[in-house]
């Protein structure tokens, strides 16, 4: 009797439409977003949040920028990482499954990670820049 046998697919993410990856992440920091509402305008405020910390967009961060449904292992796309900030992004989208509070830092096994809303709704509240920004200062500006 002949032994049947299936394959089965595994689909791995696909970089051309499930995220966006950008930045050499020289200082080791990676920011991902969600896609959604990601405009020119959203990418400035970004840019002007990194060139307060002193870093610089495309030299000193990875940007990810995934779509709307996509779950990603942030491991399997860079392997070495410091600091994460997840702007609009649920921790279980990244690979990381763990309660979080937002605008606070969180250690994880040598590495900082900080949870916030998405920059459009950052930027439209002066209360939540001027939180975001205290935090900033205690991860990167502080001693």
Known sequence: MPIKSQLYKITEPDPLTDYNLSGTGKKKLVVVVDSNGFDIMVKELLSKMM???????????YLIVINNTTHISLNSIID??????LFGISPDRVGI????QSYSVLPMDNKRVLFADDLKTIGAD?????????VF??????G
């Open 97 to 100: 499954n763990i309660n979080y």
């Open 51 to 61: 060139q307060a910390i002193h870093y610089d967009l495309s030299a000193d961060v």
């Open 80 to 85: 070495k990482w410091d600091n994460l900030i």
């Open 126 to 134: 002066a209360v939540k820049k001027q939180r975001l920004w205290s």
């Open 137 to 142: 200062q205690t991860m990167f500006l502080k």
